[in-house]
C-alpha cells in the first residue's frame, strides 16, 4: 500500500510516493540504510570502549594484586566458551577502533571518499577488525 506524502519542510510542496511500511509513527519516511547502522555500530563501540577503558582503573583500586584475581577466575571454574566469548567483546571495540583510525587516516590524505571505495572500505575494515580480533583472543 503506497501512500501521498506531502513535504512541507522549507516550505516546499514536493509531494513524494513511498511505501507505507517506512513511515515511522509521525508519518515522515524513514529508512535506515547502510551508513546509518554503520555510524550507529561505531558509537556502540565507541561508548564500549570508554566503559572497558575504566577498567584497569578499577583494577588498579582493588585490594589485591592481579595474579590473585587471574587465579580468582581460573577457580572458579567459568566455562572456556564463556571465557572465549569475554575475550571477544573486550578485544573486538578496542581493534575495531585501531583498524578504523586507519581507514580514517587514508580520508586525511583524501582517499577513497567516493561511495563505493567507502563502502568496500569499511567492509574490509570490518572483516580486518573480525579476524585480528580471532587472532588475538585465540593465540594471546
Not at 556502540?44 to 585490594?63: A, D, E, G, M, Y
Request: one cysteine or more; a neutral charge.
Amino acid at each position: 500500500m503506497a501512500q501521498l506524502l506531502r513535504d512541507n519542510d522549507y516550505s516546499s510542496q514536493t509531494i513524494t510516493l513511498i511505501k507505507s511500511d517506512q513511515l515511522d509513527l509521525n508519518g515522515h519516511h524513514h529508512n535506515i540504510g547502510i551508513s546509518e547502522g554503520k555510524m550507529f555500530f561505531e558509537a556502540t563501540v565507541s561508548c564500549f570502549r570508554k566503559v572497558v577503558s575504566i577498567v584497569p582503573v578499577v583494577i588498579v583500586c582493588l585490594p589485591h594484586n592481579f595474579p590473585y584475581y587471574i587465579d580468582l577466575i581460573h577457580n572458579a571454574n567459568i566455562p572456556h566458551a564463556l571465557i572465549t566469548a569475554a575475550k571477544y567483546v573486550l578485544a573486538f571495540p578496542i581493534t575495531y577502533h585501531y583498524i578504523n583510525g586507519i581507514r580514517h587516516l587514508a580520508w586525511d590524505w583524501a582517499t577513497g571518499f567516493s561511495m563505493k571505495a567507502t563502502y568496500n572500505s569499511g567492509y574490509f575494515v570490518m572483516t580486518l577488525a573480525l579476524l585480528v580480533t580471532a587472532v588475538f583472543v585465540n593465540f594471546f
